[in-house]
């Protein structure tokens, strides 16, 4: 008999009981909470031509993945060639195999075609979702979900997944009244969807509602935490939420707690953490040796691979005072975009330029920092992440047009950075 998932999509290889570990697999997908990996072990272990949970377990780890947790997606890339598969699933693999090697664009293609064909495949649409975030595709963030839309509807089992989704490509494309109705039914029906709770999040930090956002993340944090492998990105947002409150205790608590007490490893980890000290420095916080400490981390990855997280870890550096390695960083970065594909175009026409720009402030060139910053800025999207994510550049333009004695400018940013606000919600 055939296996299938929770929409009625073969699950090709598979038994009645790997098939129920998957489909519990999925739903802490959507959630990014629980324990996904030992279900899909155990699942392959009963059924090792199992394609789905194969393809599951890379796209949970192909992605700013430390090299050891990488190294699970390439084998399961590897453990589906040759299988029997369907269409769909053959959609899938396709998709998997143009993430490991760094094809982001390619794989969010294959996987609109899939869920175009598939409506109900929520697995490729949040999959999809994630190469538009990578790629910076803001209206793609919101359209491949809002295609499917019709097929879907309150009751369904993964509404809530569905929801969470459109609720961040709404946000990401400034429909911030809808993001946030979205983002709270969806939350309403499943509290531990962090995705959905990080995409009202976001509304709250573009219009500035801080106090709500604080009061947001705070209400249910025992739900969007538990087992999460996204919280650390949601505590996160809550620490921007204070750093706009002036409440700079709570920002190193956070900081120090949650955000980056354990000194993870993982690029998405790393990211927030140098994000958010970059921030302080920008404010001419001294944050100790925190900077050390990440820099440290930050040295034994790897880099040339993708240009946002090459960009943060010049954040890093320059935060550390490590000029040579920044420079070490800045030669692998040039001769990244020197290479074919994806990232070698993303880092030469955006991640190498920004990383420049921060290097020359970090030297105190604010001059040639101001000048290099304002000419990519506005293509700074196609590196990937979300608006909250590349306000850095912005501030850090605003911050080395005052310090290169550009009155003018630095008067102009603000006042264009004012008016960009939208102060009412809707
Ligand atoms: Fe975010």
Redesign the pocket.
């Known amino acids: 008999m055939t296996v299938r998932d929770r929409h009625g999509l073969e699950l090709t290889g598979s038994s009645e009981v790997a098939g129920s570990l998957y489909r519990d697999a999925v739903k802490a997908y959507h959630c990014y909470a629980g324990e996904p990996f030992p279900m899909l072990r155990t699942a392959l272990a009963d059924s090792p031509g199992f394609v789905m949970a194969h393809v599951l377990i890379a796209y949970m780890t192909l992605v700013g993945s430390e090299p050891r947790v990488r190294s699970l997606g390439t084998t399961a890339v590897a453990a589906t060639a040759g299988l029997t598969v369907t269409p769909r699933e053959a959609g899938h693999v396709s998709a998997i195999n143009a993430i490991m090697v760094g094809e982001f664009q390619n794989a969010a293609r294959i996987l609109e075609d899939v869920a175009i064909a598939h409506p109900l495949d929520v697995l490729a649409l949040q999959a999809g979702q994630q190469m538009d975030f990578l790629t910076g595709d803001a209206r793609m963030l919101r359209d491949r979900i809002s295609r499917a839309l019709p097929a879907w509807s309150e009751g369904m089992p993964d509404f809530h997944a569905i929801l969470g989704l459109h609720a961040f490509g709404l946000e990401e494309t400034g429909q911030y009244g809808r993001a946030e109705a979205a983002g709270r039914r969806a939350v309403e029906l499943e509290p531990r969807n962090g995705w959905a709770q990080?995409a009202v999040?976001?509304v709250l930090e573009m219009q500035e509602r801080r106090v709500e956002g604080v009061a947001w993340m705070t209400g249910n944090a025992t739900d969007w935490t538990r087992e999460s492998f996204f919280a650390i990105?949601n505590w996160?947002?809550l620490a921007l939420f204070h750093l706009g409150l002036d409440d700079i205790d709570a920002v190193l608590e956070l900081y120090d707690g949650p955000i980056y007490g354990e000194r993870s490893t993982m690029a998405f980890d790393m990211v927030d953490a140098a994000a958010l000290l970059w921030r302080l420095k920008l404010r001419g916080m001294d944050v100790g040796d925190r900077w050390n400490t990440l820099a440290d981390n930050y040295s034994g990855q790897p880099c040339g691979q993708y240009a946002f997280d090459d960009v943060h870890a010049a954040l890093a550096l320059v935060g550390a005072g490590r000029d040579a390695q920044a420079q070490t960083l800045l030669d692998a970065m040039a001769a990244a975009a020197e290479a074919p594909g994806e990232n070698g175009l993303i880092t030469r026409e955006v991640g190498l330029p920004l990383a420049n720009g921060i290097v020359l402030f970090g030297r105190g060139d604010f001059t040639a920092a101001t000048d290099l910053l304002r000419n990519v800025r506005n293509r700074a999207a196609r590196f990937g992440g979300?608006h909250?994510?590349r306000d850095v550049i912005d501030l850090t333009l605003i911050a080395s047009a005052a310090r290169s004695g550009d009155t003018s400018l630095e008067r102009a940013l603000v006042a264009e950075r004012f008016a960009a606000i939208p102060q009412m919600p809707g």
């Open positions: 990080h999040a976001h990105h996160w947002h979300s909250a994510q």
